[in-house]
């Protein structure tokens, strides 16, 4: 009876944690219809989630509804911090893209399963976005997947990998102009050179990132970077410029309900009091740290809370700094180790418990079955010792080779890539022009007629190869062709590009046409696909270009 109250009590609870979007989520898994799904988004947008309202017409695909749900539904599960909700649906999503258009739905997957420490799934979700980004020919996209794979190597404590990655994702950011994606790979960056051990280096990417998180006016992510900063200015002994900076950090953390990060100031902020004497601010700071920490299940920075609270009360309150060091040991250890320690802990206490209840009228027989028991327990723990050291061996064989495979399967595909770059660019520099000076009159002309061609083909949803051929009468293999002998970007880059500037084109000068109308004219059928396009270019929403101006 007690366990029907405790779980009736339980699904009362939940109930009342429900959100509506977990509702109406719930009632579209159940009927998959057009009306759930237009339900769906529609409390998507009241909760100002997305940026337009999404409504989908009688006979749209089951497919594609389920399809459009469950990836928005993770989308909102990951900013919502349920991780493991957040990959379900993620999942369910994933096979229902065609060709090459499961980039941002692999790149979630990427990023919800670093935040649960999972790097080998990570790493693979990450590898196909960035295969499809590098057949993109995108440097934007490539240098986004390109973060996504350093995050991961960050993640695995492999810094010198993550910083070749990271390197050449500014340096394909460079070539894309996008400040907004700039200042998160130099954030990145800091980051790894952190890890590294190169303050100096950590402190210039991280000044850099935060520069242009300012001058864009994303208060939020600027306090981020501050505190990466601080990070870095700790470890070079300036304490004076690394409290100012998580004084200007801290409040902006806290506003934001950015838990994540505001947990890993405040462990900043208890190293800066330690530094300079002041235990019982430090003390605080590591307090409030462990609390978000464990809310958020992150062992790793919870064990550095633990342990910058030993240090701060360690000859203060002596009871206190012990249970810190207790937790930040256990922390170290895993799950296996701590069962197995505490299963031999409890043994050795039932044996003393036998030796003192020995019977006086039976000394003799009672001193026998004790060494039995001992010669017994002595085999089990034996037997005990023999199995982890079997199991933890096993473990580190399967992960060194997990971690070879990859970094090997990595490798072969950058190596892939570099011989196929440098078979293109020797063929390019025999060939084409190298700029636009050196065109002819007549492949100036060619280029005008082609953009003004793909231009009235992009409001007709025509935009491609076959199309823009027809119409400029020769066979899309002569078009490609022409193409590549006058320009460096690929055909596709080629299109996108012409639909992003007319994109900007509406944003500026129109603005009494929706993003969902605008869409339409830039060959869209849908506004969620011509907004997750546009963010991917230019690093915001439409929306939040049309209030800001572009990055």
Known sequence: MRQLSLLFITLIALAAAATPVDSVLAAFDRKRDVASANAFFKTLRNEQFIDEDITYATGTARDTLSR?????????????????????????ALPLYTGDDAGDCLNLLAVVNIRLGDWDKA??????????DRRSGDPDMISSSLNTLAAIYMGARQPAIAEKYILEGIEQC??????????????????VYHTMGDEQRSLMHATRAWQIEDSLGRADRAAVRLSQMAA???????????????????????????????????????????????????????????????????????????????????????????????????????????????????????????????ANSKVRDARRRTMLIGIAVAAFLLMCSGIVWWVMRRRQQRQSAINT????????????????????????ATTRATS???????????????????????????????????????????????????SDEPFAAFILNVKMKRARHFLDRHPELSIAEVAMLCGYNDAPNFTRAFKRTFGITPSEYTAKGAP
């Not at 459009?68 to 369910?92: F, H, K, M, N, T």
């Open 68 to 92: 459009d749900v469950w990836y928005w539904a993770a989308e909102y599960l990951y900013a919502g911090q349920q991780y493991p909700r957040a990959i379900s649906y993620g999942e369910r």
């Open 123 to 132: 790493a693979q979700y990450a590898k196909r976005c960035n295969a499809i």
């Open 174 to 191: 460079r070539r894309a102009g996008n400040a907004s994606r700039m200042a998160t790979l130099q954030g990145m960056a800091s980051e």
């Open 232 to 358: 870095a200015l700790l470890w070079l002994k300036r304490t004076g410029e690394a409290r100012a900076a998580l004084d200007k950090a801290i409040p902006v953390l806290r506003a934001s309900d950015n838990k994540q990060s505001l947990g890993i100031a405040l462990n900043q902020s208890g190293g800066v009091y330690l530094a300079d004497g002041d235990n019982n601010a430090a003390a605080a700071c590591y307090r409030e740290a462990i609390g978000i920490f464990t809310s958020l299940h992150d062992l790793y920075n919870e064990s550095h809370a633990q342990l910058g609270l030993y240090n701060s009360l360690k000859g203060h309150d002596n009871a206190e700094a012990m249970s810190a060091m207790e937790r930040y040991k256990a922390l170290k250890d895993s799950l296996y180790d701590i069962e197995t320690a505490q299963s031999i802990g409890r043994t050795s206490a039932e044996l003393d418990n036998e030796g003192l209840m020995e």
């Open 405 to 428: 495979a990859l970094e090997s399967s990595i490798n072969e595909l950058r190596d892939k890539y570099d011989k196929l770059q440098l078979h293109y660019d020797n063929v390019v």
């Open 436 to 486: 636009a000076d050196e065109l002819t009159d007549a492949e100036r002309a060619f280029l005008e007629e082609l953009v003004t061609v793909t231009n009235n083909l992009v409001s007709r949803g025509e935009a491609d190869a076959t199309h823009i051929a027809a119409q400029m009468n020769m066979s899309a293999y002569q078009l490609r062709t022409r193409f590549a002998t006058m």
